[in-house]
């Protein structure tokens, strides 16, 4: 989920009144504290080149932990991220269907409880976050991931919350192998405050590509970037505390006249206690 994010644009298109009107945009980090996120993810693909069909689906159930191991004078938070649980159910295009629950390893699929196994209980990232949620810097993980997917989703802007707010932020999203060869495509994402109630802010996210690939197949991995949706944050408390993101797009004619790759997909992530 970093210079670029740093460089948010604040567009601000109106103001309307709120009991709030005067507390920032900001998450209030403190150290030693914990927030674990339950997240879920259903994506299916639907295929169709040479008259025949492809088919496949996934469904992810995970806890992930982030921890905030230090601050800074200058308020800059270090947060370490781990995933507690992991479930996942996935059909591949001929039917065989796969099977992991770290919590019955048992009845996973032995190939699949090989390869995820690894992945609950280990530190997957370390970032180092300001109050707007910016990436200042990455120790572990990727950055280019973290360019694409803030850590919390949303990178706020230097403004007191209000109703009717809007603002952007620029991002690039960078091709790697097996996707691309390092291409560099131009993105942004456009935040709206939609209303605050007790003291909670609904967001808007919406994602547009400035660039886009001239080829149909070199488009389809970054159609997989293009959510859509909104989140919740505690204005108060400074936290995150659900997100809901859609994908629903097609490519045609990506391998041949008649031809269609169709991905969508649902996320979820809610703050549990």
Excluded at 69 to 98: H, P
Aim: hydrophobic content about 40%; proline content about 4%.
């Amino acid at each position: 989920m970093f210079t670029r994010t740093i460089l948010s644009l604040v567009v601000v298109l109106g103001i309307t009144g709120s009991g709030l009107a005067q507390t920032p945009w900001q998450f209030r980090w403190q150290k030693g504290q914990v927030l674990n996120y339950r997240i879920k993810l259903t994506t299916s693909v639907v295929e169709m080149a040479e008259n025949s069909t492809f088919m496949s689906s996934s469904k992810l159930d995970l806890v992930n932990r982030w921890q905030i191991t230090d601050m800074d004078d200058k308020g800059i938070a270090t947060l370490a991220m781990s995933i507690v649980s992991m479930r996942q159910e996935q059909t591949l295009t001929d039917g065989t269907k796969l099977f992991f629950d770290s919590e019955d390893l048992d009845k996973s699929t032995p190939q699949l409880r090989e390869q995820m196994k690894k992945y609950v209980g280990a530190t997957h990232a370390v970032v180092r976050l300001d109050g707007y949620g910016r990436v200042i810097e990455v120790k572990q993980g990727s950055a280019a991931t973290f360019e694409v997917e803030p850590p919390f989703v949303v990178v706020f802007p230097a403004a007191n919350a209000a109703v009717g707010q809007a603002w952007r932020r620029p991002f690039t999203l960078v091709l790697e192998p097996p996707f691309g060869a390092g291409e560099k495509f131009e993105a942004e994402q456009r935040y709206d405050c939609k209303k605050i109630e007790a003291g909670r802010a609904t967001i808007g996210v919406a994602t547009s590509f400035k660039t886009m690939p001239d080829n149909a197949r070199d488009k389809i991995p970054l159609m997989q970037k293009d959510v859509q949706g909104e989140l919740v944050v505690d204005l108060k408390a400074g936290r995150l505390l659900s997100v809901a993101l859609n994908i629903d797009k097609m490519v045609e004619n990506h391998q041949g006249k008649g031809s269609s790759y169709r991905y969508q997909s649902q996320y979820t992530r809610q703050l549990i206690d």
